[in-house]
């Protein structure tokens, strides 16, 4: 099947500092990509929605000037953490839908973030 | 709104053992259903999936079948192995069209030689 990377597996980082989180689709274009956040034992929480060329799509409760997502190729999207907190601290997923393709997300192996 | 819920794990069997995961979902409409697996340092794979009433998903000896009247998704395998071991996702994608997942929590299991 299709392979997304996510860029670093695993981030510590400082207080109020901002990271970067890329996800790239390795062997295919994808127009669709999606952000994902999970807390331990916890679902995979929908963050936001990116397209290609376009701004992304936050979910209610989300907030954009935080979370800063730039997708700017078809086999790239960015999330970056701004003024990062202890609480940002978790597992961040992106997903990518391949142009074409029907019903089917393809997965990156996920970001720990830790913020100190 | 749309929701799905699985059973909590830890679940430890011994290997040839039979696993049934549990999920059931609330929605509305026709949602598509879906397992999916991760692997440790791995990303999220799909295993199997139902995109409408008593639809069968299977996929490496697991099964699951839609099953409307109660709303259910249950994950089953007759005979696990320990490569089996891993985090087991169960998820719907609303029937309203698009590709916002909602997961369950997920659950873990190990299988011991």
């Known amino acids: 099947g299709a392979v997304v990377s996510q860029h670093p597996s695993r981030v510590i980082c400082k207080s109020g500092t901002s990271v970067k989180i890329e996800c790239r689709s390795l062997?295919?274009?994808?127009?669709?990509m999606f952000w994902y956040r999970q807390f331990p034992k916890q679902s995979l929480m929908l963050m936001a929605t990116?397209?290609?060329?376009?701004?992304?799509?936050?979910e209610q409760g989300v907030e954009k000037d935080k979370f800063l997502i730039n997708h700017a190729s078809l086999t790239l999207s960015t999330l970056t953490v701004t003024s990062a907190h202890p609480e940002d601290s978790s597992f961040y997923i992106c997903?990518?839908?391949?142009?074409?393709?029907?019903?089917?997300?393809?997965f990156g192996p996920g970001t720990r973030l830790t913020v100190l | 709104g749309d929701s799905v819920t699985q059973m909590e794990g830890p679940v430890t069997l011994s290997e040839e053992a039979f696993l049934t995961i549990n999920c059931t979902y609330t929605a509305t409409g026709y949602p598509s259903l879906f397992w999916y697996v991760q692997y440790p340092g791995e990303g999220l794979q799909l295993l199997l999936k139902?995109?409408?009433?008593?639809d069968k998903g299977s996929n490496k000896g697991f099964e699951a079948t839609y099953r409307k009247e109660t709303t259910s998704f249950h994950l089953e395998k007759g005979s696990v192995q320990v490569s089996d071991s891993a985090v087991y996702f169960c998820a719907l994608r609303p029937g309203t069209g698009g590709f916002k997942t909602i997961f369950g929590a997920g659950t873990r299991l190990f299988v011991k030689a």
């Open positions: 990116s397209n290609e060329g376009s701004k992304a799509t936050y």
């Open positions: 997903s990518a839908i391949a142009g074409g393709s029907y019903n089917e997300q393809f």
């Open positions: 062997d295919f274009q994808a127009t669709t």
């Open positions: 139902a995109t409408k009433a008593d």
